[in-house]
């Protein structure tokens, strides 16, 4: 499995963007989808986590900014990023549970998103 994310840049505080990430490499089940993000000298975070059911998780400091999307038939995940703020600076990495259990277990290459006056 193939995972390659795209739509990273550079933003102004209060600015928008949108990430994609395509997965491709065969037929896989997806038990779990998300989002994560690093920025410079910090553990890997997630910012946005769907099951298969639809149950979406965000943490407190993206609530309400953040929305995590798919669309099952471009085998492609999305994260719309609104009202964006200097801290969500990072590196973001789209992720996919292929398993029942284990957690997520193919990634992506990163896309940088740098949010900056």
């Known amino acids: 499995v193939l995972l390659v994310e795209s739509g990273g840049g550079l933003v102004q505080p209060g600015g928008s963007l949108n990430v994609s990430c395509v997965a491709s490499?065969?037929?896989?089940?997806?038990?779990?989808m998300g989002w994560y993000r690093q920025a410079p000298g910090t553990k890997r975070e997630p910012v946005a986590v769907?099951?298969?059911?639809?149950?979406?998780y965000y943490p407190d400091s993206v609530k309400g900014r953040f929305t995590i999307s798919r669309d099952k038939a471009k085998n492609t995940l999305y994260l719309q990023m609104d009202n964006l703020k200097l801290e969500d600076t990072g590196v973001y990495y789209c992720?996919?549970?292929?398993?029942?259990?284990?957690?997520?277990?193919?990634w992506g290459q990163g896309t940088q998103v740098t949010v900056s006056l």
């Open positions: 992720a996919i549970q292929s398993q029942r259990v284990g957690g997520f277990d193919y």
């Open positions: 490499g065969g037929t896989f089940d997806i038990y779990g």
């Open positions: 769907m099951s298969s059911a639809g149950h979406v």
